[in-house]
């Protein structure tokens, strides 16, 4: 899959959009809604979706929609001020408010509800619980049974509290200061819901735990869902971060050396070649390329395990090679 040149996102479609709300929650969590500039409907969303935002020229950031799905008038994201920041959330912070017109992309899903009628866990994890939001809506709707468990450090960390006070469903949202009743039991919690489709979202430590309690419960892979905010960790591989060469089978053979510390998109930027990324973090996928040689290491989170290991695409922007040499189609 690649990106399509001028638009923030793989899918090419931009929207034309106007804050009309920016509210801040919990100190760090600007909740933002936005509709289209000219008042049309904004497309349909599945629950899980995010949105590219272009916080300014060439800086693009990825945020879940937390909104209910069944809602086309507006927009809600939620953004944390990360710390420290990569500059994305600082700067939103600091200049988005209402009134103020930004771009977006159409919304894309790379954490979707699975079909089924059973019971859902929903776990997050500070403001994982974005998504975890929009598919409480959806499950609501369904009468599917549901519990969106809510975990922060201290009440004072909770956003959205006053919002689930009035939603119809907030009798399903437990929330767990860990400053009062310390970690959350997910083994406890897992346990008084087998067979049921798991959905955690929150710090990779938090996902980690939500996903080796499960399956030390004997929870199938299958029902384990999670979502990604950053690129998969380092890969074991000796030498994994290593220099490598790539070379580009499209541009007459030429060859590119990636050292130790440089991604391949730097590598190839240096020399004066421009690859289209949108997340940098191995997240949304615009950077795939296919390998026609070698062996890469992958340390994406947008390809699945099975695409991963037929070794034919890479994330350029934040995978390596195991191999001293790729040969890219490009």
Do not use: W
């Not at 000219?38 to 990825?62: T, W």
């Not at 009035?166 to 008084?192: C, E, M, N, W, Y």
């Amino acid at each position: 899959m690649q990106g399509q040149k001028g638009g923030l996102g793989v899918t090419g479609t931009d929207i034309a959009a106007v804050i009309v709300a920016a509210r801040l929650q919990a100190g760090r969590v600007l909740v933002i809604d936005l509709c289209a500039r000219d008042g049309a409907e904004l497309p349909a969303f599945e629950a899980g979706a995010h949105i590219d935002v272009e916080i300014e020229p060439g800086l693009v950031r990825q945020y879940s929609l937390c909104s209910d799905p069944a809602e086309r008038g507006h927009y809600r994201i939620a953004v944390l001020r990360a710390r420290p920041s990569r500059g994305g959330s600082e700067t939103l912070h600091a200049r988005f408010a209402a009134g103020q017109e930004i771009r977006v992309g159409a919304p894309r899903n790379l954490f979707p509800l699975a079909p089924g009628a059973g019971p859902v866990l929903l776990m997050a994890g500070g403001i994982g619980i974005t998504p975890l939001l929009a598919m409480a809506h959806v499950l609501h709707r369904r009468g599917q049974p549901f519990t969106l468990h809510y975990c922060i450090r201290s009440a004072g960390d909770a956003a959205f509290t006053a919002d689930i006070a009035t939603l119809p469903f907030g009798h399903r949202v437990q929330i767990h200061a860990s400053d009062k009743a310390g970690r959350f039991d997910a083994a406890g919690a897992l346990a008084a819901n087998p067979g049921a489709q798991v959905y955690s979202c929150g710090p990779q430590g938090f996902m980690d735990h939500i996903e080796t309690s499960a399956r030390a419960l004997g929870f199938a892979p299958a029902a384990l869902h999670r979502e990604a905010f950053g690129s998969a960790s380092a890969s074991p591989h000796a030498g994994a971060d290593g220099g490598f060469e790539v070379v580009l089978a499209r541009s007459g053979g030429r060859s590119v050396q990636v050292p130790p510390g440089t991604s391949i998109v730097g590598a190839l930027a240096q020399a004066g070649i421009s690859v289209e990324t949108v997340c940098q973090q191995g997240i949304c996928g615009t950077c795939l390329c296919t390998v026609l040689e070698g062996t890469p290491d992958h340390r994406d989170s947008f390809l699945s395990a099975e695409e991963q290991a037929a070794n034919d695409q890479i994330a350029l922007c934040c995978s390596r090679a195991t191999s001293a040499r790729l040969v890219l189609d490009l």
